[in-house]
């Protein structure tokens, strides 16, 4: 049987555009791609890029009253947010541009335009035009959900954030997750009166408890007021372009903007699915066996649409092994067992491997644990304090999970992620010489057991 391509790929984000570049410039693939939005996907267009980007706007602030203790003669003025989003729209296109110059370098041809499944090897274009494929890549990410009461009143998404005409004065950010934290002191670093509503005991769920509880405790510091506990009972949207909202907790407030960032789904609706006989697993995820394929053999998925781990990276190594598996003769995977990430809350979160409370249920651990003032703001006089952590298995010494919280700890975890990967022993950690002086010395200086659990 002989079809138009090899891959048609729906979706152009971090894993489908991996996908479809590989499989074409590497394997020699003929291959098609189709993007109903922007080229880049969420993490370029509304995700972690521009996310970034605000994350170092807000930083200014803090930087610049750090400067004055230091001695410096600074002050800082307002924040022109239309000068920031006509820089942050320059820069997106740009990234836009380098996509879509690397399909096409690789000879994929893009397709700007809705696709749908018709059956096993055929999608359909927005203008009814068919294309026939050989392999199916499905990447078509995921999208926020608003609880559906509130979805009418105007309330933003991560979607909506970034094409804010103005920057409100106060705003009320629902959610407790890594996006709404984020967010929190984004908005807060800018200026922004910033409350945060999360029903949950504690923001970050799932993450090691103690880093969750250091966070929640230094955003408050820093002037989140964050309302654990919390969720919306009343909300109206007023005339002059406000919201009055009634929290359950019987306190109401006024808000210039309310965020919802209460969770995403997969982008599954609409997709033809049901043509295929696919069922879904829960939220709309498409189920796949390790190498990305489903129970239609001709159809792949990969990325926020699989809801494996919903990060970039993971998206990349996903639609990469895909390329190698089905183009490339490399039957190839990515192990979602061991993921370095990172939260750019203020302060940061690197983190990787197991939580304590993951790692106690596995089996006995010593965990080795250190809260101090870091020498550059404790200079500036500020009482913010960094939290750097190992876990580790009381039988082999090896380090089964790592987390900090501190500035840059991003750029941390990325390296102690090496070492965790290769396997590294506590001992490892201690024989290392210490870089001096740097927060990150305290991972290899830590001699002292702050607890054990099991036998
Ligand atoms: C606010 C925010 C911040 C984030 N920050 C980080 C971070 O700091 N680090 C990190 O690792 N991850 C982060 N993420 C997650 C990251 O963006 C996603 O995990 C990643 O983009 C997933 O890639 P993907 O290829 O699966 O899907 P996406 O990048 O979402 O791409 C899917 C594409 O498919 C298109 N599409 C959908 N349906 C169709 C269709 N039927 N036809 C044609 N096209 C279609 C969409 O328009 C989209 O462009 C963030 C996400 C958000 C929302």
Request: proline share 1%; with cysteine; charged share 20%.
């Given at each position: 049987m002989s079809f138009d391509y090899d891959l048609f790929v729906i979706g152009g984000g971090s894993g489908g555009v991996r996908a479809a570049r590989i499989s074409a410039s590497e394997y020699g693939a003929k291959v098609a791609l189709a993007e109903e939005y922007r080229m880049g996907g969420t993490c370029v267009i509304r995700g972690c890029v521009p996310k970034k980007l605000m994350?170092?706007?807000?930083?200014?602030?803090?930087?610049?009253?750090?400067?004055?203790?230091?001695?410096?003669?600074?002050?800082?003025?307002?924040f022109d947010w239309p000068a920031f989003r006509g820089r942050l729209d320059t820069e997106l296109d740009r990234l836009e541009g380098i996509y879509r110059a690397g399909l096409d370098r690789a000879?994929?041809?893009?397709?700007?335009?809705?696709?749908?499944?018709?059956?096993?090897?055929t999608v359909q274009l927005a203008d009814g035009d068919t294309v026939t494929a050989r392999h199916i890549l499905i990447a078509t990410g995921g999208t926020p959900v608003v609880p559906e009461k509130w979805r009418d009143m105007g309330v933003m998404t991560s979607n909506e954030v970034f094409l804010m005409d103005r920057l409100p004065k106060s705003i009320l950010i629902v959610g407790g997750g890594y996006i709404a934290s984020e967010f929190a002191c984004i908005f807060n670093g800018?200026?922004?009166?910033?409350?945060?509503?999360?029903?949950?005991?504690?923001?970050?769920?799932?993450?090691?408890?103690?880093?969750?509880?250091?966070?929640?405790?230094?955003?408050?510091?820093?002037?989140?007021?964050?309302?654990?506990?919390?969720?919306?009972?009343?909300?109206?949207?007023?005339?002059?372009?406000?919201?009055?909202?009634?929290?359950?907790?019987?306190?109401?407030?006024t808000y210039d903007a309310v965020m919802f960032a209460t969770g995403r789904r997969p982008n599954t609706d609409g997709l033809g699915l049901d043509a295929l006989g696919l069922e879904l697993g829960r939220g709309g995820a498409i189920p796949v066996d390790k190498y990305s394929q489903t129970a239609v053999p001709s159809v792949f998925a990969v990325g926020d649409v699989t809801d494996r781990a919903n990060l970039t990276p993971v998206a990349i190594r996903e639609g990469h092994a895909f390329a190698d598996t089905v183009f490339g003769g490399k039957p190839t995977y990515f192990d979602h067992g061991l993921i370095p990430t990172a939260i750019f809350t203020q302060p940061e979160f690197g983190t990787v491997g197991l939580s304590e409370e993951e790692a106690r249920d596995k089996g006995p651990i010593n965990v080795y644990a250190a809260a101090f003032r870091?020498?550059?703001?404790?200079?500036?006089?500020?009482?913010?304090?960094?939290?750097?952590?190992?876990?580790?298995?009381?039988?082999?010494?090896?380090?089964?999970?790592?987390?900090?919280?501190?500035?840059?700890?991003?750029?941390?975890?990325?390296?102690?992620?090496?070492?965790?990967a290769m396997g590294a022993t506590k001992a490892d950690f201690d024989r290392t010489l210490a870089v001096h002086p740097t927060m990150a010395e305290e991972l290899v200086t830590m001699r002292t057991l702050t607890r054990s659990w099991g036998d």
């Open positions: 994350v170092f706007a807000s930083g200014f602030p803090g930087a610049v009253a750090d400067a004055q203790a230091y001695g410096w003669d600074a002050t800082i003025g307002a000879g994929v041809t893009v397709f700007d335009s809705r696709a749908t499944l018709v059956d096993a090897h800018l200026g922004v009166k910033t409350t945060q509503f999360y029903r949950g005991a504690q923001i970050l769920r799932g993450f090691d408890e103690e880093a969750r509880g250091h966070i929640s405790d230094e955003m408050c510091a820093n002037g989140v007021d964050l309302r654990l506990g919390t969720d919306i009972l009343e909300m109206e949207r007023r005339e002059d372009g406000t919201t009055w909202v009634k929290s359950t907790t019987g306190h109401d407030a870091p020498m550059h703001s404790l200079f500036a006089g500020r009482q913010a304090r960094a939290l750097m952590k190992l876990i580790v298995c009381a039988r082999s010494d090896k380090v089964l999970g790592c987390h900090i919280v501190a500035d840059h700890s991003g750029e941390m975890i990325q390296l102690a992620g090496v070492a965790i």
